[in-house]
């Protein structure tokens, strides 16, 4: 398995950070300090913290190959950069298992990276020809097991909730008359027959390509359950970084900040305060009011950068709240695999 994802990291293009300025200035590295990039990519964030203060950085993937890549990196900066194969979910327990229980700041840069995204035997681009897989690490469930399997009702509600895809029941039926689907362009031919282009130029088949993507590999409860995880690995003082690409995910993340900061509107003001927020101390100052974009210029070196949406928080001396998923108590509509 390992040296298939070898394989995988030689073929790789060259990944454009995000609004690394802005991340590596909200983050605040200082000297001593010890950071996680808890997606790690092609190591840019990593790199740009480490440059910025003489501090130490776990880089975090569950991507296997983009950590091959990434020890010439740690060669750069001996003993200030450990690698850790693994989800973000478990950011806890992959630093506890190497003794270290607070960090003071955690950089999230979430979605695809170059590597995946031009490695078409990866199947996570419409535009090149692969097998329809989608993993971004050693998971199990892929791309061709939804398309395949999964029946009507379930595939159209993934397609409409995860990539907010208005026109989600006709791309399910039209994908289960179609089965057996195998590879990344059939698929988004398919799609483009029942999809009309919006007038934006975006291809009929990015949301779909967007909600197997987030279903196969767990995207939003991995994102859930990061936050809840750094609230409690957070030194006070300590910063939370994110850049989302998705409004569902950036509205997550806004969710979260604003409740953790005592900021989250009530449903109505006839309503009492919920028990949760009554009973917990505000564990997070939101440091960004408003939201912080790319830059023109950025989005015309970068147009990847076009959606990217970054919010920053940082954590006070209050104790965690109890680690209850906020999206899980909503309930979603299907129980992620
Ligand atoms: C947008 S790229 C990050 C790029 C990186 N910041 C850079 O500048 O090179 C996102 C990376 O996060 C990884 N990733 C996504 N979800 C993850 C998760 N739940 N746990 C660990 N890594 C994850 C992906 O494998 C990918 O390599």
């Known amino acids: 398995m390992l040296r298939f994802f070898m394989t995988l990291s030689r073929k790789k293009g060259v990944h454009a950070p995000v609004l690394l300025r802005e991340s590596v200035s909200f983050l605040a590295p200082h000297g001593d300090g010890l950071y996680v990039d808890a997606t790690f990519g092609g190591g840019s964030y990593s790199v740009a913290i480490l440059g910025a203060a003489n501090c130490r950085v776990v880089g975090i993937d569950r991507d296997p190959a983009a950590l091959v890549d990434g020890l010439i990196v740690t060669r750069q900066f001996p003993g200030r950069l450990t690698l850790i194969e693994g989800c973000f979910s478990n950011i806890a327990a992959l630093l506890a298992a190497r003794g270290l229980q607070t960090v003071d700041g955690v950089a999230l840069d979430l979605g695809v990276s170059a590597l995946q995204l031009d490695t078409p035997e990866r199947g996570f681009s419409f535009l090149a020809d692969g097998p329809l897989d989608m993993r971004m690490g050693r998971s199990e469930l892929t791309a061709a097991e939804i398309v395949n399997t999964y029946a009507e009702p379930q595939l159209a509600c993934i397609i409409r909730v995860l990539g907010e895809e208005r026109l989600a029941r006709r791309v399910a039926r039209t994908i289960i008359a179609a089965r057996p689907i195998t590879r990344t362009i059939a698929l988004a031919a398919l799609i483009r027959r029942v999809v009309p282009r919006t007038s934006n130029g975006v291809d009929p088949a990015t949301r779909t390509f ?4 987030l279903c196969v ?15 409690q690995i957070l030194a006070p003082g300590g910063r939370l970084v994110v850049v989302a690409f998705h409004s569902l995910e950036d509205r997550i993340i806004k969710r979260f900040f604003r409740e953790r900061a005592g900021n989250s509107p009530r449903v109505s003001r006839h309503r009492p305060e919920t028990s949760c927020r009554r009973r917990h101390k505000y564990t997070f100052n939101i440091l960004t009011t408003k939201i912080i974009r790319p830059s023109k210029e950025e989005i015309l070196t970068n147009p990847r950068a076009r959606s990217a949406r970054l919010r920053a928080a940082e954590r006070t001396t209050a104790p965690p709240w109890p680690s209850e998923s906020p999206d899980r ?3 979603l509509p299907w129980s992620v695999p």
């Not at 967007?210 to 993507?213: E, F, P, S, T, V």
């Not at 590999?217 to 609230?231: G, Y």
């Open 329 to 331: 108590r909503r309930g």
């Open 217 to 231: 590999n767990n995207e939003i409860e991995e994102l859930n359950r990061v936050l809840i995880a750094s609230e």
């Open 210 to 213: 967007q909600a197997l993507r």
